[in-house]
């Protein structure tokens, strides 16, 4: 490559480093390369740069799109074999029928970047885009393509399929986009061969899915023609030899981080060209704090599809964005009135999944609808016990096929197993069918039958580390339960609605979820279904209900459940309810204060274990009772407590199980009122990282909060805030008013230690809405605490102390933790119920 070339590079490159304000070290540094790299290049002393240096260079400048683009453009150009005379053009002309496209292309860097790299290579010589209807394939190839223009001399020709009524069409198609004619005595596609043999060209197939019978002949033309590559777009691979496929994924959606501000969602891809197809239309559009909320729950719900963007951006013109995320809960009637020179079925969304389902056989179509009963994906296990067979295709054979025809996604699940996922438009439409054949009650019940079997699979033993599986499994079928749930629930199913909720009830509460189980328990518990379960069962639904209802707070429900629950239990002599239920009255009175009337529950129910054999619950109970008398200042007893039911845990191999985490926990917060900080940070991070793997939110914050004490006791007053941050957001997720009064509290602290007095006044005003839980907190803690709100109330002054309090006492749960975190409420996304 010649001088002239690489200097062109190199002054582009400058042009945007000065602009960008950055010196060659900065740069240098940003983008992970070499100072002497970035000097050679800008000097033209290096010769044209690796495709992974301009990708780096692009990232680290922060180039727009369309300067993405024409960087890349520019060192493919200095790439080409072929070197320019010095009085030719940077970029010389290749013959091309690429369409000059009517709008930007809106992200894609990194997928145009993979695609120029193969393209660049010798091999694969034939590069397949897929991916489900409307995401992009087409934009992208005609993209990539002319971003490699230079390097094919010959030329990129663009061949249309879509109109393409039959796979015998496709070599007279081709023809035609290339003028090539047919003559006496020679076939046209053996003209096509002869055109094709002597050049160097790249031939772009868009649309292949309906025509596969004719891939064979792409690999012929391949095999004969050594300079030819081929990009094919397709719903479906080609499946011929030297085939590299490369999927098109949706845009990127916001994340659901609890922090994300204005600048994080417009960074976007989803976002990104939702706002640019919107100010196509109305060119005052922005995307402000008002619509933001909006736009991000839109971008989510249509799966970050473009197809479904650009047809739901059209609509902005004459709706407001909430006002059309009120009307996409049916999506597909609404997202219309494509472009009119766009192809008919990029028109509207359904007609788009339409073309791929009408490519489906009969047997195809049927498992596709049918899996529309899932919510959030399924295993091979889940679609096997909940879709039958078709005729003489399996489940596993049909799936294969849908995940091939791009209807059905594959990931990674649990353990590397394969976990199937369906995009929501697609779903709309699979359900419209599964409706229309009168499929959807018998598939319903299936899939509900499926959920409970799961559910109770496991839920007697949901503490034991062995059941780690499990746990992780119903984590990733909350979708699919919640479905069924609701499904139960509307058909008035209340028998079957309990049991599932019944035995889900170990697993809300260990996950934080408390809020919704207690919901669903409250539908399921009416007159009917308590009639319809055996003793056994009704004594555990009052039982979950009431604990849950005790960790969000409301004790007058918890303990009239409960109580209901032990005297149902000790007239039928049902022990092991007993005995758990005498725990979970002590564990409501504990997490509400009144630590007292809770001790003499647990030693109760702690003998009735022990008489039973029961050594998780007692290891449980144990735990428990030890904090209690913590907290009424026996620290001697408590702490041989602790150990004991640590040894106990570890005894039935629940060395890294629920109660062994527990333990250690409790542990830790009886080390604080010891005052041993040391040996409190020891167990507090030992029982952190198992509450991790466990997913266990409500020990999560418990113990963030204990790891923020011994922080703060240090004088670690950054680290200290850090941890009570993370373990009050934790604390709302999980809607437990315990783990956000021991993080709050601490954040009150902070805030006076750090001069914040009014935001300190507020947030104090604020934890008054929690009455007496905070006396569930270690004396030394509330000591501490009620020390630093007097200093507070000295520094601020009476009255000023007075108004913000008063106002921290109007805050709902959200704007609690918007305060504590100061963010704007409205960047806090809904909790998960």
């Not at 609890?258 to 891809?269: F, G, I, P, Y």
Request: net charge negative; charged share 25%.
């Amino acid at each position: 490559m010649g001088t002239r070339e690489s200097s062109a590079f190199g002054r582009l490159m400058r042009s945007h480093r000065v602009a960008a304000g950055l010196s060659q070290e900065r740069l240098a540094e940003r983008a992970r390369l070499s100072l002497r790299g970035i000097s050679d290049l800008e000097r033209g002393a290096r010769r044209s740069p690796r495709l992974e240096t301009v990708r780096m260079l692009s990232d680290a400048l922060n180039l727009s799109q369309e300067d993405r683009v024409l960087f890349f453009r520019v060192a493919r150009s200095l790439a080409d074999g072929q070197q320019p005379q010095a009085n030719e053009s940077l970029s010389k002309p290749v013959p091309s029928s690429l369409p000059v496209p009517p709008t930007s292309l809106v992200g894609r860097v990194h997928e145009i970047a993979t695609i120029v790299e193969l393209l660049d290579g010798a091999s694969p010589r034939l590069i397949t885009l897929t991916g489900p209807g409307g995401v992009g394939k087409t934009r992208l190839a005609q993209e990539a393509a002319a971003v490699v223009a230079t390097a094919f001399p010959d030329g990129v020709c663009l061949v249309a399929l879509a109109s393409v009524a039959d796979h015998s069409l496709v070599v007279s198609a081709t023809a035609d986009a290339l003028g090539v004619r047919e003559t006496p005595g020679v076939s046209l596609r053996a003209a096509l061969e002869r055109f094709l043999r002597s050049k160097r060209l790249l031939l772009v197939l868009d649309n292949f899915e309906h025509v596969l019978p004719a891939a064979p002949g792409v690999a012929v033309l391949l095999s004969t023609c050594s300079g030819l590559k081929v990009l094919t777009t397709s719903r479906v691979p080609l499946r011929v030899q030297g085939e590299r496929q490369v999927p098109v994924s949706p845009l990127g959606v916001p994340g659901t981080g609890r922090q994300l501000s204005l600048a994080d969602v417009a960074r976007t891809e989803a976002v990104q060209l939702f706002v640019a197809r919107v100010q196509d239309v109305r060119p005052d559009f922005a995307l402000n704090r008002e619509n933001v909320e909006a736009i991000v729950e839109m971008c989510r719900r249509l799966d970050g599809l473009p197809l479904a963007l650009e047809l739901a951006a059209v609509r902005v013109k004459v709706l407001t964005p909430h006002a059309l995320l009120r009307r996409l809960e049916r999506s597909l009637p609404l997202l219309t009135g494509g472009a009119q020179d766009l192809p008919t079925r990029h028109q509207a969304l359904r007609a788009t999944i339409a073309w791929s389902y009408d490519l489906l056989s009969p047997e195809e179509q049927v498992i596709f609808r049918r899996l529309a009963v899932f919510v959030g994906g399924w295993t091979l296990e889940a679609a096997e016990a909940v879709v039958a067979p078709v005729g003489a295709l399996d489940i596993f054979e049909g799936l294969s096929s849908l995940v091939d025809q791009s209807l059905v996604q594959l990931v990674e699940g649990l353990g590397g197993e394969p976990r199937y996922l369906m995009l929501e438009t697609l779903r709309e439409f699979a359900v419209e069918r599964l409706d229309d054949c009168g499929e959807a009650d018998d598939l319903g019940r299936r899939h509900a039958d499926y959920c409970l079997g799961l559910a109770e699979a496991g839920s007697a033993n949901l503490a034991d580390a062995a059941q780690s599986d499990w746990r992780a499994q119903l984590r990733a079928e909350q979708g699919n339960i919640r479905t069924a749930l609701a499904w139960l629930r509307d058909r008035e199913l209340t028998h079957d609605g309990l049991r599932l909720a019944t035995a889900l009830g170990g697993f809300w509460n260990m996950h934080g979820t408390n809020a919704e189980g207690r919901a669903w328990m409250e539908a399921f518990l009416t007159p009917t279904a308590t009639t319809e379960l055996t003793a056994g069962e009704r004594v555990a639904a009052m039982r979950w209900t009431g604990a849950l209802a005790g960790l969000e707070g409301d004790r007058v429900t918890a303990e009239a459940r409960l109580r209901e629950s032990l005297a149902l239990a000790r007239r039928v002599g049902d022990k092991r309810g007993i005995y758990t239920t005498l725990g979970a009255i002590a564990q409501a009175l504990l997490h509400g204060g009144e630590v007292g009337g809770s001790t003499a529950l647990f030693d109760e129910g702690i003998a009735l274990a022990r008489e039973h054999g029961d050594r998780r619950e007692t290891a449980n109970l144990l735990a428990n009772l030890a904090y209690a008398l913590g907290l009424q200042g026996d620290l001697t007893r408590a702490e041989t407590l602790a150990a004991e039911s640590l040894a106990l845990a570890r005894s039935y191999g629940a060395t890294r199980g629920f109660e062994a985490t527990i333990a250690m926990m409790f542990q830790g917060w009886l080390a604080i009122m010891g005052g041993a900080d040391d040996l409190a940070e020891e167990r507090f991070k030992a029982a952190f990282a198992l509450s991790r793997e466990l997913d266990a939110k409500a020990v999560q914050s418990a113990t963030l909060a204990g790891l923020a004490e011994v922080a703060l006791s240090r004088g670690q007053v950054d680290e200290a805030a850090a941890r009570y941050r993370e373990g009050l957001v934790l604390g709302w997720e999980g809607d437990l008013p315990l783990s956000v009064v021991a993080n709050l509290q601490g954040l009150v602290r902070v805030a006076t230690s750090q001069g914040e007095l009014a935001r300190a006044a507020r947030l104090a005003g604020a934890l008054e809405t929690f009455g007496d839980v905070i006396r569930a907190l270690p004396g030394t803690v509330v000591r501490k605490y009620e020390a630093d709100v007097a200093h507070l109330r000295l520094t601020l002054g009476e009255d000023a102390f007075t108004a913000e309090s008063g106002l921290g006492r109007t805050f709902g749960p959200a704007e609690i933790v918007a305060e504590a975190l100061a963010v704007d409420e409205r960047f806090l996304p809904p909790l998960d119920t």
